[in-house]
């Protein structure tokens, strides 16, 4: 089957649901979690803390793209990285989002911090307890205290989930079971 035969031309997809593919990824070193602070200027979750990761390029597999992402924008070289999950996130625009997530394992601690924000080596049981405790004193992005417990505590990987937003711009995380 050929590359015209895929279904992927503007008339086949017309009214089909389409999403922007994208990594995000846990780096790891020791007892610690790298953690990018989002620089005030983005649009994008401004002061909140999120793994590292972008948008999938063409020409590249998630896993090379979640490789070149923690390389540009830490500088670290990691290695052991694993797949973990994928979230289909629906925030009810046109496009959503598929969110390919990973774990690494740093060769150093030694980082370069750019235009994204900055970037920041925090225990991974101070940022857990966080997540646990009745006033989280981390500002992280809204999906995080569901993930990271999944990956890191749980266990429980890959997992499948879907995200959307209800009437009152709630997030709903589900998994698929």
Not at 21 to 36: D, N, Q
């Amino acid at each position: 089957m050929g590359a015209k035969d895929q279904g992927a031309d503007a008339v086949a997809v017309a009214d089909r649901w389409q999403v922007v593919p994208r990594t995000l990824c846990f780096v790891t070193y020791g007892e610690e979690i790298l953690l990018l602070k989002r620089a005030q200027h983005k649009r994008v979750y401004p002061g909140y803390y999120n793994g590292l990761g972008g948008h999938i390029e063409r020409d590249e597999d998630p896993l090379r793209s979640a490789i070149r992402e923690i390389r540009e924008e830490s500088g670290l070289e990691v290695t052991q990285v694993r797949y973990c999950g994928t979230t289909h996130i629906d925030a009810g625009q046109a496009t959503g989002i598929l969110l390919f997530i990973f774990t690494a394992v740093a060769s150093s601690r030694e980082v370069h911090s750019g235009d994204e924000g900055t970037l920041h080596w925090l225990r991974l049981t101070d940022v857990l307890r966080s997540i646990h405790s009745v006033e989280p004193e981390l500002p992280l992005v809204e999906d995080l205290p569901l993930i990271l417990p999944r990956i890191f505590e749980d266990g429980r990987i890959p997992f499948f989930a879907h995200v959307s937003y209800d009437d009152a711009d709630r997030l709903r995380f589900r998994l698929a079971e």
